[in-house]
């Protein structure tokens, strides 16, 4: 497969996708009704949606954004999106503006350590970084592969492995051609 061989669920890049994923009217798109044990959150990814909007217009990508929460009430928030801007993108600068933007919805985000993660077979390029040594309870993952880019706020146990859940949720959203 070559770079641009992915695309996001729902994201407007790829009809086919939008007519199975269910786009809303205005073009944003959602994601499959859960993920690992988190459950589509509607009305957390209407407000996740209007968020980011700007970040996917800034990045010139068609958008993607969804919302998840688990049965405790720990949300999972998902967006990006694709496009030829994406794909023109450096992948180091993508991925830091990706961690950037997602860390404005962590409370005081100070801290972290951020590391390359395994994306796993979709392979591309992956970081994360863990604020939960710092007494945060979050972590943000951020991938991009070709034409796809995708950032994620995980808020997980103590003992949850992020780039796990990254992984979960690009099987998830991720179109493979």
Same mark, same amino acid.
């Given at each position: 497969m &070559?770079?641009?061989?992915? &695309?996001l669920?729902?994201?407007?890049?790829v =009809?086919?996708?939008?007519?199975r $994923?269910g786009?809303?009217?205005?073009g944003?798109a959602?994601?499959?009704?859960?993920? @690992?044990d988190?459950?589509?959150?509607?009305?957390?990814?209407a407000a996740l949606?209007?968020?980011?909007?700007? %970040?996917q /217009?800034a #990045?010139?990508?068609?958008p993607?954004s969804?919302?998840?929460?688990?049965a405790d009430?720990?949300?999972? #928030?998902?967006w990006? &999106?694709?496009?030829?801007?994406?794909q =023109?993108?450096? %992948?180091?600068?993508? #991925?830091?503006t990706?961690? /950037?933007r997602?860390?404005?919805?962590?409370?005081?985000?100070?801290?972290g350590?951020?590391?390359d993660?395994d994306?796993?077979?979709? =392979?591309?390029?992956?970081?994360?970084t %863990?604020l939960?040594r710092h @007494? $945060?309870?979050y972590?943000?993952?951020?991938?991009t592969?070709?034409a796809a880019a995708v950032g994620? #706020?995980v808020v997980?146990?103590?003992?949850d492995d992020p780039?796990?859940?990254l992984?979960?949720v690009?099987?998830?959203v991720v179109? =493979?051609?």
């Amino acid at each position: 497969m &070559g770079r641009g061989d992915r &695309g996001l669920r729902g994201a407007g890049a790829v =009809r086919a996708a939008h007519e199975r $994923s269910g786009v809303r009217p205005d073009g944003r798109a959602g994601g499959p009704a859960g993920i @690992g044990d988190r459950t589509a959150a509607p009305a957390l990814a209407a407000a996740l949606a209007d968020d980011v909007l700007g %970040d996917q /217009e800034a #990045l010139g990508a068609a958008p993607f954004s969804a919302a998840y929460l688990s049965a405790d009430g720990r949300p999972l #928030l998902v967006w990006g &999106g694709t496009g030829r801007a994406v794909q =023109r993108a450096d %992948d180091a600068a993508l #991925l830091r503006t990706l961690r /950037e933007r997602t860390l404005r919805f962590v409370p005081e985000p100070g801290g972290g350590t951020t590391a390359d993660a395994d994306p796993g077979p979709d =392979r591309g390029r992956a970081t994360c970084t %863990d604020l939960r040594r710092h @007494g $945060s309870g979050y972590a943000v993952c951020a991938w991009t592969f070709g034409a796809a880019a995708v950032g994620v #706020l995980v808020v997980d146990g103590p003992d949850d492995d992020p780039a796990a859940t990254l992984r979960r949720v690009l099987d998830a959203v991720v179109v =493979r051609r």
